[in-house]
């Protein structure tokens, strides 16, 4: 097998301020009520995080491997509103709402087409590696300010 | 082999109006950072409400079987405050904070000892099977009742 | 927001007889040892094989909502051979190795470039609702036996 | 709150040579064919191995902190036999089958009541924090050997 690029993981994009991030909903992400179970909403919402970090140019893994630290959720505000269903095409869509020295204030909501399935504001700290709150790295925070006036490509 | 009734999963108490029930950190249960992944407090509160149920005398998969409804999840509000490791014994506090006819609200409290990890209100809505709001079975709203006063052996 | 089509999530494609289909590891995937969880690899396995249905054409969702039945994994035979890390952008390569009318079985690779990091061969069987073996539908069988021969655009 | 002593989460014992340990299905467990979804047999498994090195007075969460090493799965074949439910109250039965210097053999059945659901062989490795095979603690494959002969109060 040659990969010729073509086979790559799905990657989400800056629409201005706001970041889309794709998902499938698969037999994992269900229970026997026949719908998204849950706790897997949140699993949806940190890919697209992680995801914003990646396409805004953050090595979030580097980071964790150099010893400097890592994001923590520490605190979740989550509405559900409707449910999704297997193999649904959902976006996950995050903008950032607060910007401070040592955690940043993410709104997201899962959508499926026009209707919102469920919203949250989500609170994720910067923690050092012996759990205490750290500053951000301050190269990050800056391009997060860019990010929040929709200048995505700094 | 032959099963004597000594090899049952855990199963939780009320202790007053407050039900406790156990829960140990499993691999699984972590990400690389070296604590529990954030989605999965989720599970283990969802385990204990599930619990709860089962300790008041309500047989929800019953209710689901005879397609009357389910519970689902309709808001949460959850905040983290300390991180729980592999092989941890945690517990899972549960208070009803109110009875309405076709949700509950629930205080939950993730513990380690006298160390509170993670505490949220869960709002949980009964939906019929084609997704609606519906009331709950009469004599469950009664049962939560008798919950909230602290009078588990109704 | 207006969904123009550029926002969906990640399809696999055949090559030949080979499906191939783009996993991203998130923090969700890994635990505290560093790397992937062993029975993750089982989650993404099973997205690349409802991916491999979705793009040959046949409707596994409408088949379940119909009461036809649904694939059920009836053995598995698993090899870990390279951990997998957070970021990592990996393929999951899966070929029909053989075509039976109440079941196949399928060899799946999860790779990271030309490194495997886990194969296993996957017996799925076709289950009516009430549990039983039961015969795929007709028309299934004959794509899948297309499939197997490298004509994925029948 | 004061915890005494009666809030434990569940633990596993020997019976002779084989380990049980219960396991609760709860809604995390199931996808929307209303069983147990097929990787997260995995999952209890897990549990059922974690548990079984406690009981055998076998610290793996200090030998990871001190670096010296962690188990990974190398190979697993499994088999489901029936489905689990909502509910059901399982039992994981372990037996070692074979010690070797740097990996063991763990048979695992997953049974409610007298039927069996799944069973599996795991080959599991001792793994250096670097990632290569490596030689088990002497004194931890002395106590498997012990266990393996039915042994467990060595």
Redesign the interface.
Known sequence: ?V?DG?????E??F?GA?H?????V???D??????V????Y??FM??AR??ML?VAGIDQ?AA?EAGEG?Y?????????L??A???D???V?SKLLKVHAAHVVVHQAV?R??VILAEAEVVAAWVAPE?GPKRQPAEWTRRFKELMLGEPQA
Chains 1, 2, 3, 4 share one sequence.
Request: glycine letters at 6%; aromatic letters at 8%.
């Open positions: 097998m990969n073509r086979d790559q993981p799905v989400g994009r629409d706001e889309r991030f794709p998902v499938r698969y037999f994992e269900t229970d026997l009520s026949g719908v179970y849950h706790a897997n949140l699993r940190e890919r992680s995801d990646r893994r964790m890592a923590a959720v520490a605190r979740m505000n989550i509405r559900y409707a449910p269903r297997l193999d095409a959902l976006l869509a959508r087409g026009e759990g």
